[in-house]
């Protein structure tokens, strides 16, 4: 994505601003039976194009294709247009992320775990704001939004985003210009290259096993909870006194026991942190559970930690 690409999606947002552009994004389950609707072939509006990913007639809106195109985010097929991307309505701001279906490995995700975590954030950052000028990484960041959203939250924050996928960290760096927050973006999978200190670490990492391998989805092992706690335990170990980290993610229930809630537990204690772990919600993605490697999960937990280093 070019530099002259990434002006035309932030004006993209900026013209979508103006015209009141609003939309949810669902579960992709429910976007699918959406869609599958007899009314649902063709997009009517700019929620049909950039919402629903349907395609529209070429000419609907000119000036949204004109800038998807300048953008390379616009697929001309058969006299017809469609979007590359998303643009979701969270907090007041519009984020752009991959269209519908999610089926890249470097699809960029949007959903309604964004939404949870944005809000886990917030409330948090409710509970004790951070200090004028602290230092917030998102780590695997994907569109950006807990960063961007951390940082609204904060007075004059440093925001650093980062992410292995590329094409992630491109539109995180328009979400971030569009929502008005300075913002680095990091191009790693670990935090060898952010400086120090962490003051707040935000992390929303996949936390399913994922037949496709996609990264925004495959939590690996642990039932899915190796990734969560690897990024976990890199991130506890860089945070600043008085730092912060939230993670927000699924946990695998194995008979009756949480084994991610453990094993940061037991990271915590090693690190002398002060720690926190709660259900958000006791069962989501409960189709998981016919996969072979679910075989022992019996339920599948959303769950909030929060590891707090002393001053």
Known sequence: MSKDADSALRDLLKLLKSRGYHFVTPTPA?????????DMREARDLRGLLGWSLPAPAGTDDAVEDLLRQAGMLDEPDGRVKSRLRVSSLGGQLWLHSAYPTEAKDAVFFGPDTYRF??????????????RGAHIVDMGAGAGVGGIVAGLCSDAPQVSLTDLNPKALRLARVNAVGAGVAAE?????????????????????????????????????????????????????????????????????????????????????????AHRCRELDPDVFGEELEKPAYAEVERIALVAVTLERPS
Do not use: W
């Open 30 to 38: 429910s976007h699918q039976r959406v869609v599958a609707r007899a």
């Open 118 to 131: 944005a809000t886990l954030i917030g409330d948090e950052l409710s509970r004790r704001p951070l200090a």
């Open 185 to 273: 973006t990091i191009e790693s999978e670990t935090l060898d290259k952010v400086a120090d200190p962490i003051d707040l670490a935000v992390i929303n990492p996949p936390y399913i096993i994922d037949d496709g391998d996609r990264a925004y989805r495959d939590g690996g092992g642990m039932h899915g909870g190796e990734v969560p706690f690897n990024m976990t335990a890199m991130a506890a170990r860089r945070l600043a006194p008085g730092g912060r980290l939230i993670l927000y993610t699924g946990a695998a229930i194995v008979g009756g026991r949480n084994p991610l809630c453990e094993a940061i537990g037991a990271l915590a204690e090693q690190l002398g942190l």
